[in-house]
């Protein structure tokens, strides 16, 4: 079939939304007509070359649609099921899926690193050139063709433009918060970068009943959003000194939690440097490929610092989403107050030109 896709054909430049040619999905895999797709910081250090990737490739990660199509093989699926995208890819069956960590599978790392399925193949083609899969998702395009193992199945009542942001952003921030760590109410927690997945930090901090919440960006926007979803308090770091906020309204002690949510050596060394000695620091955002940390350990072990990463918020997929849609429901986490601008997939630059500038919350691919 053919279908419109929006592809990074070298890092550094612009996106380039083609129509291509797609392939059945073969065994184990299913063809998605994609709903929404949401506008990543992730995708953005891909495209500026921050990220080694195979190239051409169709971009997105985050995102819901529906099946189209399933390969042989898969079963549990049905044309016009609605599905949540996973970016990464998970058996079900490993060591790290049964301890609760699927995200630390390595189903889907072959398909990651060579940009092609299982086969050596590429489902996607441009004028009888091979198109590469990203992440394990590739939804920037109408159709995808991913492995079963990269989908969720979702309930039938949820938005899937509101669902798609649960594919990465909510399930990063607010897991951050509920899984990677274990924040408890009465707590403090710094976040540092309040973007789309740094403003689900917050709100799974406000959902734990952490206090204070000092959120931290260079962006005033950005801050009076962090407030809307939780936070208690707000530091613009381009008016006033980090360290000496967190110091004042933690008896200059620092915070419990520190969570880095930019992707900056310099900033992980000042959410390090605002966590009290025994807390814990926590890096989500993604560093340039390269970038090193230099750490003095001496401190590091008198002061008992714990510091850590955490890829897709170290979640349990598919117990923990179904648990957030659950909480969103119930109106305890926020969804729809997260989008505040839809695209359509030719305005695709624009919309990383808006995430670059700070203009968003998160921004939304919409098809139709
Ligand atoms: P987005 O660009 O929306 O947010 C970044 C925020 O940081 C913005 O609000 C900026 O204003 C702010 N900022 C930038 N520089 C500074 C600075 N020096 N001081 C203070 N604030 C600053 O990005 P996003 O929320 O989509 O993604 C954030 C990071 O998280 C990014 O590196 C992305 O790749 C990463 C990420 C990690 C994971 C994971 O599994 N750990 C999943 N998805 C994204
Ligand atoms: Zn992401």
Redo the contacts with the bound molecule.
Sequence with gaps: MRARAAMLMEPGKPLEVDEIEIDPPQHGEVLVRVAAAGV???D??YILGELPLVTPAVLGHEGAGRVEAVGPGVSDLQPGDPVLFIFRAFCGQCYYCRIGRPALCDYGTPIRTSGRMFDGKTRFHLNGRDIHHFLNVSCFAEYTVVPRQALLKLPADIPLDRAALVG??VT?GVG?VLRATRVQPGESVLV????????NVVQGAALVGAWPIIA????PQ?LAWAQELGATHLVN?RERSLLEAVGELTDGRGVDYAFE????P??IQ?AYAATRKGGTTVI????PAGSQLSLDLLPFFREERTLK?????SVDLPRDIPLFLELYRAGRLKLDELISQRFSLDEINLAFQA??E?A?K?GVIAFS
């Excluded at 540092?192 to 403003?199: E, H, P, Q, R």
């Excluded at 949510?261 to 900056?264: P, S």
């Excluded at 990463?309 to 918020?313: P, R, V």
Aim: hydrophobic share 40%.
């Design positions: 990543c910081h992730s953005l250090h990465c952003a990063t951050a540092l970068g309040c973007g789309g997945v740094g403003l931290a960006d260079i962006n950005k770091t949510v930019i992707g900056h310099e900033t000042q989500v955002g993604l560093a990463a955490t890829l897709y918020g995430l670059r700070g968003v998160r």
